[in-house]
C-alpha cells in the first residue's frame, strides 16, 4: 500500500513539473523581444513554404497571412499542451474529474491572461485580448482532449 502511495505521488510530482516546464516555456517565448520572436516564427513559416512549394509547386503562399496563422497556432497549441498537462497532474494528484476540469481552466486562462500582461513588458511587444482568447480555447481544447482520452469516471 505504502508503495502504490508513493508512485503516486512521484507520478503526481513529475506530472506538476512537466506542467512547470512548459510555463516556463511560453514564459521565455512570450520574453523575446518582438524582432527575435518574428524571427523564430518567420524561419518555421519559410521551411513549411519550402515544402508546400515542394508538394504543390503552383501553390501561391503569402508568406506574412501564412506567417499570421502559424503564430496563432502557436498560441493555440502550446495552450491545449497546457490545459492536458493540468488535468494530468491534477488528475494524478487524486483531484475528481469535475474539479480537475474547472481548476485546469482556471489555472490555465490565468496563465494566459498573466503571459498577455508580461507581454507589455516586452519591448516590441503588447498584451492582445485576441491572444487570450486563443489560448483560452486552447486550454478547453486540451482539457476536452483529456477528458475524451481517459474517460474513467471519479
Known amino acids: 500500500m505504502k508503495e502504490i502511495l508513493l508512485r503516486n505521488r512521484i507520478q503526481a510530482s513529475i506530472a506538476w513539473l512537466v506542467v512547470i516546464a512548459v510555463m516556463v516555456i511560453i514564459f521565455n517565448l512570450s520574453s523575446q523581444v518582438a524582432d527575435t520572436s518574428n524571427k523564430l516564427s518567420t524561419g518555421v513559416t519559410e521551411k513549411i513554404v519550402l515544402v508546400i512549394e515542394k508538394v504543390v509547386p503552383s501553390s501561391e503562399l503569402d508568406a506574412k497571412t501564412l506567417n499570421h496563422i502559424i503564430r496563432k497556432n502557436a498560441h493555440f497549441f502550446i495552450y491545449c499542451l497546457l490545459g492536458f498537462l493540468v488535468m494530468n497532474a491534477l488528475t494524478r494528484s487524486d483531484i475528481t474529474k469535475f474539479y480537475s476540469v474547472l481548476i485546469s481552466f482556471g489555472i490555465g486562462v490565468t496563465y494566459a491572461v498573466s503571459d498577455e500582461i508580461h507581454q507589455g513588458f516586452v519591448p516590441?511587444?503588447?498584451p492582445g485580448l485576441k491572444d487570450i482568447?486563443?489560448?483560452s480555447a486552447g486550454v478547453c481544447f486540451g482539457i476536452l482532449l483529456f477528458v475524451l482520452i481517459f474517460r474513467r469516471r471519479d
Do not use: A, F, T
Request: glycine fraction near 34%.
Open 124 to 126: 516590441g511587444r503588447g
Open 133 to 135: 482568447l486563443i489560448d
